[in-house]
T-cell receptor
Framework: RKEVEQDPGPFNVPEGATVAFNCTYS??????FFWYRQDCRKEPKLLMS???SGNEDGRFTAQLNRASQYISLLIRDSKLSDSATYLC????????????FGAGTRLFVKA | GAVVSQHPSWVICKSGTSVKIECRSL??????MFWYRQFPKQSLMLMAT?????????EQGVEKDKFLINHASLTLSTLTVTSAHPEDSSFYIC???????????FGPGTRLTVL
């Protein structure tokens, strides 16, 4: 089992759609959780951190379920500019932090 | 977010030469920096974790004598690909750790092509 698993992509959605990405992690001792966005041939950029209480930033909502070891990202009212690969990232606090990246889920938003 | 720079952004070299890539945290001090490699259409793969003033910790399968990492200051880490071969051609990305929740901020990456 991979340490961090994401939905296989790609997701093809029309503009304005709501899309949800799921991610599961295997290490119950994981401490920190993030969603990153990576555009083609570019570096990953932090989209948002994920907290147990859930957090929202505009059209983006992230949630964490520690009991199920599950993280989600919801994008509402999709824009063409949301097309990218979304990376689920999990980090621990052992010996400095070891961060594991999911393989990413590709999103295509079409007009 | 914090700013991380990387230099050069791209490099083309002949097989057998060595290439040095610099990673700098511009507006914060990074005690830990990370080096990743990404092949086309694949996910990021962590190569090594670099702590300021100490030896880097390499991931399994990464040759430490081939990928030399130096983290001499809190704002600079370097990766040297020694005796590069075409199979080393890849996108190399560094990141720096910052903040209480361990988020990482990435440099823009270096695209290495070995002929």
């Amino acid at each position: 089992r991979k340490e961090v698993e994401q939905d296989p992509g790609p997701f093809n959605v029309p503009e304005g759609a709501t899309v949800a990405f799921n991610c599961t992690y295997s290490n119950s001792a994981s401490q920190s959780f993030f969603w990153y966005r990576q555009d083609c041939r570019k570096e990953p950029k932090l989209l948002m951190s994920v907290y147990s209480s859930g957090n929202e930033d505009g059209r983006f909502t992230a949630q964490l379920n520690r009991a199920s070891q599950y993280i989600s990202l919801l994008i509402r009212d999709s824009k063409l500019s949301d097309s990218a690969t979304y990376l689920c990232v999990v980090s621990g606090n052992t010996g400095g932090f070891k961060t594991i990246f999911g393989a990413g889920t590709r999103l295509f938003v079409k007009a | 977010g914090a700013v991380v720079s990387q230099h050069p952004s791209w490099v083309i070299c002949k097989s057998g030469t060595s290439v040095k890539i610099e990673c700098r945290s511009l507006d914060f001090q990074a005690t830990t920096m990370f080096w990743y490699r990404q092949f086309p259409k694949q996910s990021l793969m962590l190569m090594a974790t670099s702590n300021e003033g100490s030896k880097a910790t390499y991931e399994q399968g990464v040759e430490k004598d081939k990928f030399l990492i130096n983290h001499a200051s809190l704002t600079l880490s370097t990766l040297t690909v020694t005796s590069a071969h075409p199979e080393d051609s890849s996108f190399y990305i560094c990141s720096a750790g910052s903040g209480a929740y361990n988020e990482q901020f990435f440099g823009p990456g270096t695209r290495l092509t070995v002929l």
